[in-house]
């Protein structure tokens, strides 16, 4: 059982540029899900992938986008980038068919400056 | 709109104290309520949860007490101890398919010799 990992852990952006976060998910696990946490704040949900398309989307604006690849894995996208997008950005991994339980990444830290 | 309200912010509590975090929600759709545990630098990881069938769950030294009349739910940490300063998150979703989970503030919580 690896986990889930998240890469980058840490970048740095300028404000309008674009980035593109990676996630592996949990073995065994076929839903991918992005929450973005601010700076003292707890988790919020940006959107779920299951079976490679998007199942589900909180309060986030289209130039937030993702991918869930056939092996499971998952990339988070940002265009033009704001500095309120500063934040950590965690991976969850899950099982659809199974209870709610979600296995974090430890997440990747985005400064936009 | 915050759908889970938790409190307090931050908890200083000596060892072998009662730490005691509560949370309140307003769906009542939701019916899973877990407890995530944060340690700087790492994802949230799964404490304890709870289904709205049961007013209280007990896993080692951690208690989900939970009052689905006053849509209220509590951790109680027995026994504290320093490996548990961390932060904790409350959190509710729907319990099957993986739903987004909407997480509380948070809780900063401090264990003193």
């Known amino acids: 059982e690896t986990g889930v990992t998240q890469s980058p852990t840490h970048l740095i952006k300028t404000r309008g540029q674009q980035v593109t976060l990676r996630c592996s998910s949990q073995?065994?696990?076929?839903?991918v899900s992005w929450y973005q946490q601010a700076l003292g704040q707890g988790p919020q949900f940006i959107f779920q992938?299951?079976?490679?398309?998007?199942?589900g989307r909180g309060n986030f604006p289209p130039r937030f986008s993702g991918l869930q690849f056939p092996n499971y894995s998952s990339e988070l996208n940002v265009n033009a980038l704001e500095l309120d997008d500063s934040a950590l950005y965690l991976c969850?991994?899950?099982?659809?068919?199974?209870?709610?339980?979600?296995?974090f990444g430890a997440g990747s830290r985005l400064t936009v400056l | 709109q915050q759908q889970v309200k938790q409190s307090p912010q931050s908890l200083i509590v000596q060892k072998g104290g009662i730490s005691i975090i509560n949370c309140a929600y307003e769906?009542?759709?939701?019916?899973?309520f877990p407890w995530y545990q944060q340690f700087p630098g790492k994802g949230p990881a799964l404490l304890i949860a709870?289904?709205?069938?049961?007013s209280e769950k007990k896993e080692g030294r951690f208690t989900i007490s939970f009052n689905k009349s006053a849509k209220q739910f509590s951790l109680h940490i027995m026994d504290s101890q320093p490996g548990d300063s961390a932060t904790y998150f409350c959190?509710?979703?729907?319990?099957?398919?993986?739903?987004?989970?909407?997480f509380g503030t948070g809780t900063r919580l401090t264990i003193i010799p």
């Open positions: 969850a991994s899950g099982e659809r068919s199974g209870a709610n339980v979600l296995t």
């Open positions: 073995s065994g696990h076929n839903t």
């Open positions: 992938y299951y079976r490679e398309e998007e199942n």
């Open positions: 769906n009542t759709a939701f019916d899973y």
């Open positions: 709870i289904r709205p069938d049961v």
């Open positions: 959190a509710a979703s729907k319990v099957l398919g993986n739903e987004k989970l909407t």
